[in-house]
């Protein structure tokens, strides 16, 4: 039976999160997974050896930290300052760091300028998260006509049901979603896809309306509407994870 350690290893200061499995296995393997890092070694190995594998699989990690630097955005996000130019998608956003006394965070997008005002009492870490959050907040909203139309587009193409709702959420655990009742739910991380894949989500979603399973007729309704798109699967397999604010 496979024992698994939870850990962190460090890259210049910031901290990655790992899992450790030991398992029936003869050789080491590493890898590296959407929201952590992985090492897979035999389960009998005595406390040298396993110090050396672990020490190995700091060095490797270290190596494509290092030489790749589209895993930082993965594991770390992007950061933002005072003045950065942000693009989403088409558009491109300045954006306007002020710190105030209020203990709230507050965001408003007006000609392209993106001002947030930031609690100077916020820690570091959460500020960032905060700010995350209220960018993809005012530029989900900037974009939501944009969104709603295609939505109502395509859905008129080819399944023409009923829509409630059509929302956007910076959501990290799907691309999409749709409820029985007609509520079209998008990631706002779907802004830094092509428009192609954009399209494919949607219509995922509103394959949903007929279909609320993955079944054979499911995917038929899929496929109808967008032949080609495994492409787009394919696409958000391998940069979904650089898609985020």
Known sequence: MARLQRT??????????????KENRKNVRASIG??????????????EEEQKHLHWFNAWVQKQFAKDTSLHVRF?????????????GD?????????????????KLSNGIITLW?????????????????????????YKPYIVRRVNELNNLYFQKSIKSVNLKYNHTNWGSCSSEGNVNLSTR?????????DYVIIHELAHL????????????????????????????????????
């Open 8 to 21: 962190y290893l460090s890259f210049e200061g910031k901290q990655i999160p790992a899992k450790i499995y």
């Open 34 to 47: 959407k929201r952590t890092v992985i090492l897979r070694m035999p389960i009998f190995v005595n406390g």
């Open 76 to 88: 770390f996000g992007k950061g933002y300052n005072d003045g950065d130019l942000i693009q989403v």
């Open 91 to 107: 558009r491109q956003y300045h954006l306007n760091i002020r710190f105030t006394d209020r203990k709230t965070h507050q965001a």
């Open 118 to 142: 930031l609690s100077k009492t916020d820690t570091e870490a959460h500020l960032q998260k905060a700010i995350k959050h209220l960018i993809s907040r005012v530029v989900g909203q900037d």
């Open 190 to 198: 779907l802004l830094f896809a092509p428009e192609a894949v954009v």
């Open 210 to 245: 007929i279909e609320l399973n993955h079944s054979e007729r499911f995917w038929k309704l899929v496929e109808d509407a967008m032949p080609e798109y495994k492409r787009a699967e394919k696409w958000l397999s391998k940069n979904g994870a650089l898609c985020q604010f």
